[in-house]
């Protein structure tokens, strides 16, 4: 995941802890606890279906997401679990 960039203009990654995490809006709210996969809108994660801990899980919700008309997508807090 991409963490922005340190006071040397480097970019950052973060594979593992807490941080945000851009999700799309696939027309399911979001729980706090619920997993996080890879989404076919570029640059965001999305709902996964279940509740296993699988290879593809990206992150895991820490936030409460309940969409609004027309919102495409949202940064949330998460815990990282890639690595």
């Known amino acids: 995941m991409w963490g922005g960039k340190n006071p ?3 970019d950052l990654v973060l594979s593992i802890g807490t941080g945000y995490i851009w999700v799309a809006n696939k027309g399911q709210d979001i729980e706090v606890g619920d997993y996080l996969m890879s989404s076919d809108v570029k640059g965001c994660a999305e709902k996964q279906e279940d509740d296993v ?3 593809y899980t990206a992150a895991k919700a820490q936030e409460l ?3 609004k008309q027309n919102e495409k997508k949202r940064l949330i807090a998460c815990i990282l679990l890639g690595g």
């Open 53 to 55: 801990l699988h290879n």
């Open 65 to 67: 997401v309940k969409w």
């Open 8 to 10: 040397d203009g480097k």
